[in-house]
């Protein structure tokens, strides 16, 4: 009996210890962290920084760090040695939300309705959304907002460049209350690379309209530097990864020719945009060719989106993963490698227990490799209703105080108790501070 107590003991124990491990790229300490503090076979727990540690893949298991004890990320022979965070990454350059209302009316294949576009403001009869930007900015730190707009909104209806100067006034009214907070405001053309239907470049409207309409818009803003230009919502089911590659071309070539020089520009992949398909599916490596007129890279950004819900729809209210083995480690490991950024335009989940376990997750990964992640842009308030399955809408109290969706309080405290926003970022040839 004892000898078998003995060998039962000995394999509850390895279960135990076992079961305490974290998988690779999981977090194993930091800052009143709880969790496990030994990684699977094969991870080593890593301190990134005081506030996060993390299981990067390594040839043994090792504890959290003592608080005697210097730790820090494996020392890389090279800039693009394989998953090698940076062992002071410093920290997310942007966090915020999305402000819908004038993307209203458009569906997935390009179809907009410039009737359907309902602004989020209240003097248009829609939500406060300028009151809702001030709200995340002055009382929870966000530093960035993403307005999108139907391409058909700012047209009129029409496939080229002309913009519509009452139907802009509406929309510029949104920007202009997004630039008072003091944020950077995205500029957001939402038309999934197609104008009713048909594709930009192949099929629908030409490289020169889309161009047209990009010189018209970047000539309003380009002398506010607060502006980021997002060129299209989520491509997908694009035939030539290569041709769109020459479309966006030619959006950055007017962007940077309307007089826009100094800002940012966002460059969507095929497949939504997905950060999880971004480099297999050919959309990193054909806009990795796309270049400022002189030649340089510098400001240009590639532009991707993931959800956390099982079929990457965000359409649901649970959250299943937190994408960073299938979708964030590998896609550092390629921005590292080719001296490139990206920045997570769209992201989020429901209000409940699983995606904020699962976001926190994601957003702590982005951290740690901020010298390749600018920062994340949740999706979203302005128009939409808090029963809205993916709702980041605050809802305004009797006081005039607002109260925060629990999604988004907590990655509000994970990202800014530690002191977020502080320092530098590197984008190639190209500085910011904040």
């Known amino acids: 009996m004892k000898s078998t107590f003995s060998a039962l003991l000995a394999a509850v124990t390895l279960a135990l210890s076992v079961r305490a491990q974290a998988p690779v790229w999981s977090q194993c300490g930091g800052t009143g962290w709880t969790g496990a503090t030994t990684c699977e076979s094969g991870a080593v727990c890593t301190e990134l920084n005081p506030s996060y540690s993390q299981c990067v893949p390594g040839t043994a298991t090792v504890g959290v760090p003592s608080a005697t004890t210097s730790a820090s990320a494996p020392t890389a022979s090279s800039t693009c040695a394989p998953n090698s965070p940076p062992a002071n990454p410093g920290k997310l350059r942007f966090a915020g939300v999305n402000i819908s209302g004038f993307d209203f009316g458009c569906s997935t294949d390009g179809t907009c309705s410039a009737?359907?576009?309902?602004?989020?403001?209240?003097?248009?009869?829609?939500?406060?959304?300028?009151?809702?930007?001030?709200?995340?900015?002055?009382?929870?730190?966000?530093?960035?907002?993403?307005?999108?707009?139907?391409?058909?909104?700012?047209?009129?209806?029409?496939?080229?460049?002309?913009?519509?100067?009452?139907?802009?006034?509406e929309y510029d009214a949104l920007v202009q209350a997004c630039l008072d907070t003091g944020a950077s405001c995205i500029v957001d053309i939402h038309n999934y690379a197609r104008f009713n239907g048909k594709i930009i470049g192949q099929g629908g409207p030409t490289n020169e309209d889309f161009a047209a309409l990009w010189s018209s818009v970047a000539a309003k803003y380009a002398d506010n530097d607060k502006i980021i230009f997002g060129v299209m919502n989520e491509p997908h089911d694009v035939p030539d990864i290569n041709l769109w590659a020459e479309s966006v071309q030619a959006a950055v070539t007017a962007i940077r020719n309307a007089g826009a020089t100094s800002q940012l520009i966002l460059l969507p992949g095929n497949n939504w945009t997905s950060a999880e398909t971004f480099v297999s599916n050919g959309s990193a490596d054909a806009l990795n060719k796309v270049t400022n007129p002189d030649g340089s890279i510098t400001g240009l950004i590639f532009?991707?989106?993931?959800?956390?819900?099982?079929?990457?729809?965000?359409?649901?209210?649970?959250?299943?993963?937190?994408?960073?083995?299938?979708?964030?480690?590998?896609?550092?490991?390629?921005?590292?490698?080719?001296?490139?950024?990206?920045f997570n335009t769209e992201t989020g989940g429901g209000n409940v227990a699983s995606c904020e376990e699962f976001m926190c997750q994601q957003v702590e990964f982005q951290k740690a490799n901020s010298d390749?992640?600018?920062?994340?842009?949740?999706?979203?308030?302005?128009?939409?209703?808090?029963?809205?399955?993916?709702?980041?809408?605050?809802?305004?109290?009797?006081?005039?105080?607002?109260?925060?969706?629990?999604?988004?309080?907590?990655?509000?405290?994970?990202?800014?108790?530690?002191?977020?926003?502080?320092?530098?970022?590197?984008?190639?040839?190209?500085?910011?501070?904040?």
Request: hydrophobic letters at 40%; a negative charge.
């Open 115 to 169: 009737s359907g576009a309902w602004p989020p403001l209240t003097q248009y009869y829609g939500m406060d959304g300028a009151g809702q930007m001030k709200h995340f900015v002055e009382d929870d730190g966000y530093n960035v907002f993403r307005l999108p707009v139907g391409w058909q909104f700012l047209t009129n209806g029409a496939a080229n460049g002309d913009i519509d100067e009452d139907n802009f006034t």
């Open 303 to 342: 532009d991707v989106h993931k959800y956390l819900d099982f079929d990457n729809s965000g359409t649901n209210a649970e959250c299943t993963t937190n994408n960073i083995d299938n979708a964030w480690a590998p896609l550092a490991q390629w921005l590292r490698c080719n001296g490139r950024q990206a």
């Open 372 to 434: 390749v992640f600018l920062g994340y842009v949740g999706w979203a308030a302005g128009n939409f209703y808090n029963g809205y399955v993916l709702s980041e809408v605050p809802t305004q109290n009797a006081d005039g105080t607002w109260t925060d969706q629990p999604l988004f309080k907590t990655t509000f405290l994970l990202v800014f108790e530690a002191g977020s926003f502080a320092g530098f970022v590197i984008v190639p040839m190209y500085y910011m501070s904040y």
